[in-house]
């Protein structure tokens, strides 16, 4: 796991000029929703150290951003709908805009990235 989060931290700080990722949910992982997500917190929180270690070394700016609700707005609109796990692609009622769902959160992730 550490020898994969170093190879992908290192060529993303070599490959981009900015990296933008999502903040921890730290109010969920207090919760304590299980093993497995705990590990998953624990794995990302490591990973954001690692980039954000590596990113100094290269000039490469890391941004966090708020991670609530990226799945459920809209990236052209803004509009939020509701969107169980299930649902796969995101077709906004408002606007319109249809694209997939992970690639709308991506989106949202990266204006969220940018100041506005
Ligand atoms: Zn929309």
């Known amino acids: 796991m550490l020898d994969y989060q170093h190879k992908l931290t290192t060529w993303l700080v070599k490959e981009y000029d900015a990296v933008f990722v999502e903040d921890l949910d730290v109010?969920?992982?207090l919760q304590g929703?299980?093993?497995?997500?705990?590990?998953?917190?624990a794995a990302?929180?490591?990973?954001?150290?690692?980039?954000?270690?590596k990113s100094d070394l290269y000039g490469t700016?890391?941004?966090q951003v708020e991670a609530?609700?990226?799945?459920?707005?809209?990236?052209s609109c803004g509009v939020e709908t509701e969107k169980p796990l299930?649902?796969?692609?995101?077709?906004?009622?408002?606007?319109?805009f249809e694209t997939d769902r992970d690639v709308n959160a991506a989106m949202n992730?990266?204006?969220?990235?940018?100041?506005n």
């Not at 609530?68 to 990236?75: D, F, L, V």
């Not at 299930?86 to 319109?96: L, T």
């Not at 992730?109 to 100041?115: A, D, K, N, T």
Request: aromatic share 10%; glycine share 10%; charged share 25%.
């Open 27 to 29: 109010a969920g992982m």
């Open 33 to 41: 929703e299980g093993n497995a997500r705990n590990k998953q917190d």
């Open 44 to 53: 990302w929180r490591q990973f954001i150290t690692l980039l954000e270690y």
């Open 61 to 63: 700016h890391v941004v």
């Open 68 to 75: 609530r609700g990226t799945t459920k707005e809209c990236a």
């Open 86 to 96: 299930w649902v796969r692609e995101h077709s906004c009622p408002s606007c319109g």
């Open 109 to 115: 992730v990266l204006q969220r990235g940018f100041p």
